[in-house]
Every structure is written in C-alpha cells, then in structure tokens.
C-alpha cells in the first residue's frame, strides 16, 4: 500500500476544497494510505474528509495563542527579513499576491518537519502547501497542484523558482493555465503536466439539497436571479465590475430585471456594501455574507454569474452545471474550456464593458436561458479519465 500526503490550508468554502474534497472521496483506500496535512484544523468543512483519511495535527507553530505568535515572529531575522521583502511587494510593486508568496513561504520554513516518509506527498494548493511540500517533506515523489492562471495574476512565478527545483510534477487544472506557465517558467515546462480536478455531481448534488435557504424576495416571478458564490475580491472576482454594470442597466430602466444575490465574504466586502448603497442599488444587489452550505443558494439561481478578471479553473463554475444553472462568465483563461459558449453557458469579453453586455442580453432576453438548462441536463459530468489521470500522477505514471 503506497503511503501518500496531501498538504492542503484549511476545509474552508472554496473551489479549491471542494476540488480536494471530490479527489480524497475517489481515491481507493484498498491503494493507498493517506495522511492530511492542514496548516490550521478545524474548518467548517472538516466533517467532510472520508473517514479512512488521517488528519496530522495542524502544522501552524503559532497555534497556542497571539502573544506566543507576536513574540516568535518579531524574534526572527528571517520572519523580518521576509516581511520587509513583501511590504516593498505590496507598497512599491502593487503586487499584493507576490507578497503573500513571500510571507507564506517564510512561514513554511519557520515551520516543523513532516513525520515520516511518503511515497507520494502532495500540495493541493499554491502558496504555504507549496512551500511546505518542497522545504518540510520527506517523500520519493513531490506533485504540487496550482489552481491559479501565473499569467493573469499577480503571482509571481520566479518567486517559486526555488520550490519548484524539488518538485517532480507541477499540475496545472486547465490547458491554458499549462501554456501559460510552459511560457512564464520555461525552466520548468517539462515538469508541468495538466489534468482536470475532479468534481463529483454527487457530492455537489447532496451538498445542494441540504436545506432551502430564505433569499431575498424578487418583486416579481419574471425577475431573474443571478447568484454569485466567491470571495468579495474586487482585484481577482471583479464584482466592481458587476456593480457597476448594474448602474448601467438601471440608468436605462433594465436592472429591475434582474436580481443579483453574492455569496461570501472577502475584504472588499464593506466598500462593496457602501458602493451599493451609494448607487441605490440596495433593492437589486444582497451581499449576504459567507454561508456553511453555499450549494443551496446557488441551485435556487437562474443563472450563475462570475465577473472575475481571472482564474484557474473554478470549481464554483462546474458545480453551477451539475445542478443545472448556466453559468455567465468572463472569458478567464479557462473559460471555454469549462463552458460551450450559447449552449450551456454564456462567455463574455473580459472587461467591464463584457460585463455590462453580458448582462444587458440576459435582462433583454431571458428566455435564452431555457435552452441552456435543457443542454445542462444532458451532459454527463462524470469524468472518469481524470479520475484515472491523477491516479497515475500519483504512481508516478503521468
């Protein structure tokens, strides 16, 4: 029996942990032994690992309180070193992202070793798994999953040159996510692979039906509901955009038609609430926080909306289609390969003009949206080949 690791943050609301979640709930346990590794233990979402996983104790060296935290970081050289290399990120280089490399990755080698020796040892997420699975793991073979587009992004790639070195495999989750970074990183395009997450309509269809959450009242039953299920990140989910297309629409008499729930929480979240109220937006957008169980607001939508400026390849998109809500998106690097464009979703231009257009087609013509249902219902989102692809990545077979 292989004995594998996966190095995740925490079970926390995501695409990434529900990305985890399917894989761990695929994976034959008759094959492999496997252990978790969270940085932090507890998140709301921790319930639902398969029992035969073992979750290590939490990896965070600060976890017995603030001052203890406080005093352990200001007592470092590299703790300061670090932080002073991602304010000048931050400030100077208004790269917010690669600051959060930096402080990330100083925490994973201020961190403890992994017991024990792996088989395989797995990142399923860029940032602190990155960096833990390269500098803190012991293991034959080390296969680092990144979600996110290098290119469209502010991450930067040279930032991770140096973990990348002890990697065998790095798993891009789109096509274009691959080129992109064969193109960014070529001194480490022959390590990069692509495969798909897997997504099971299981999970996510009994996920869905845990409950009928209240929504906010539509003035009339023509109204259609658009439902956005992400963190409130201007920079990254766009939903300035989407707010400001609304302004648009109802400057010529259209954003009556549609109503726009969101769905999370995110440190964007008051000054979205005060540009709503600012517009007098407040009978048309809700913002109503982080819920434990998304899945079932977003299966009360008419259509899922996702304004990002870019992406790797959310989860949030696919879980839409399972449940038979079209998604309208951006056209993020992956879009088109997650959505038939006019036939089970919609793919705007990637700017704010493609939102505002975008949305002023579905207010004009909502019975579009009846065709992309029936396509949804027909498709099979069952994919056995990449159930099967990251079971060779894992035997070192890719």
Same mark, same amino acid.
């Given at each position: 029996?292989?004995?594998?690791?996966?190095?995740?943050?925490?079970?926390?609301?995501?695409?990434?942990?529900?990305? %985890?979640?399917?894989?761990?709930?695929?994976?034959?346990?008759?094959?492999?032994?496997?252990?978790?590794?969270?940085?932090?233990?507890?998140?709301?979402?921790?319930?639902?690992?398969?029992?035969?996983?073992?979750?290590?104790?939490?990896?965070?060296?600060?976890?017995?309180?603030?001052?203890?935290?406080?005093?352990?970081?200001? =007592?470092?050289?590299?703790?300061?070193?670090?932080?002073?290399?991602?304010?000048?990120?931050?400030?100077?280089?208004?790269?917010?992202?690669?600051?959060?490399?930096?402080?990330?990755?100083?925490?994973?080698?201020?961190?403890?070793?992994?017991?024990?020796?792996?088989?395989?040892?797995?990142?399923? %997420?860029?940032?602190?798994?990155?960096?833990?699975?390269?500098?803190?793991?012991?293991?034959?073979?080390?296969?680092?999953?990144?979600?996110?587009?290098?290119?469209?992004?502010?991450?930067?790639?040279? =930032?991770?040159?140096?973990?990348?070195?002890?990697?065998?495999?790095?798993?891009?989750?789109?096509?274009?996510?691959?080129?992109?970074?064969?193109?960014?990183?070529?001194?480490?395009?022959?390590?990069?692979?692509?495969?798909?997450?897997?997504?099971?309509?299981?999970?996510?269809?009994?996920?869905?039906?845990?409950?009928?959450?209240? =929504?906010?009242?539509?003035?009339?039953?023509?109204?259609?509901?658009?439902?956005?299920?992400?963190?409130?990140?201007?920079?990254?989910?766009?939903?300035?955009?989407?707010?400001?297309?609304?302004?648009?629409?109802?400057?010529?008499?259209?954003?009556?038609?549609?109503?726009?729930?969101?769905?999370?929480?995110?440190?964007?979240?008051?000054?979205?609430?005060?540009?709503?109220?600012?517009?007098?937006?407040?009978?048309?957008?809700?913002?109503?926080?982080?819920?434990?169980?998304?899945?079932?607001?977003?299966?009360?939508?008419?259509?899922?909306?996702?304004?990002?400026?870019?992406?790797?390849?959310?989860?949030?998109?696919?879980?839409?289609?399972?449940?038979?809500?079209?998604?309208?998106?951006?056209?993020?690097?992956?879009?088109?390969?997650?959505?038939?464009?006019?036939?089970?979703?919609?793919?705007?231009?990637?700017?704010?003009?493609?939102?505002?257009?975008? %949305?002023?087609? =579905?207010?004009?013509?909502?019975?579009?949206?009846?065709?992309?249902?029936?396509?949804?219902?027909?498709?099979?989102?069952?994919?056995?080949?990449?159930?099967?692809?990251?079971?060779?990545?894992?035997?070192?077979?890719?």
């Amino acid at each position: 029996m292989k004995k594998i690791l996966i190095v995740y943050t925490e079970m926390i609301i995501g695409g990434a942990t529900s990305a %985890l979640l399917s894989l761990l709930h695929s994976l034959d346990y008759q094959k492999y032994s496997v252990d978790l590794q969270l940085y932090s233990n507890g998140g709301i979402r921790q319930g639902e690992i398969p029992k035969e996983v073992h979750i290590l104790p939490e990896a965070d060296p600060y976890t017995h309180g603030f001052w203890q935290k406080a005093a352990g970081k200001l =007592l470092s050289p590299c703790y300061l070193v670090a932080k002073g290399r991602a304010i000048w990120q931050r400030v100077v280089k208004k790269k917010p992202l690669s600051a959060v490399q930096i402080m990330t990755c100083q925490a994973a080698k201020s961190g403890q070793r992994a017991n024990g020796q792996y088989d395989t040892a797995i990142s399923f %997420l860029e940032f602190w798994p990155l960096y833990y699975l390269a500098f803190q793991v012991e293991a034959r073979r080390k296969v680092a999953w990144i979600h996110i587009d290098y290119k469209k992004s502010t991450l930067s790639v040279n =930032l991770d040159e140096e973990a990348f070195a002890f990697l065998d495999n790095i798993v891009l989750v789109s096509r274009q996510c691959l080129e992109n970074f064969k193109e960014l990183c070529p001194k480490f395009a022959h390590k990069a692979i692509w495969t798909e997450n897997i997504v099971s309509p299981e999970l996510i269809r009994r996920g869905a039906d845990k409950g009928i959450p209240q =929504l906010p009242s539509k003035k009339n039953p023509q109204v259609l509901r658009l439902i956005t299920v992400s963190r409130v990140d201007f920079s990254h989910k766009g939903l300035d955009r989407g707010l400001d297309a609304f302004c648009r629409l109802k400057e010529e008499g259209l954003a009556e038609r549609l109503q726009w729930i969101v769905v999370g929480d995110g440190g964007d979240m008051a000054s979205f609430q005060e540009l709503i109220a600012q517009n007098g937006l407040e009978s048309l957008i809700f913002p109503i926080g982080m819920k434990p169980e998304p899945l079932p607001y977003l299966k009360q939508a008419d259509a899922f909306f996702l304004p990002s400026r870019y992406e790797g390849k959310p989860i949030s998109v696919t879980e839409a289609q399972i449940l038979g809500v079209p998604p309208f998106t951006c056209a993020y690097e992956s879009a088109y390969e997650q959505i038939r464009d006019g036939i089970d979703g919609r793919v705007f231009e990637n700017s704010g003009e493609g939102v505002y257009k975008g %949305l002023k087609e =579905l207010a004009l013509h909502p019975e579009s949206l009846q065709s992309l249902r029936e396509n949804l219902k027909r498709r099979d989102f069952r994919d056995r080949e990449a159930v099967k692809a990251i079971d060779r990545i894992i035997m070192g077979e890719a």
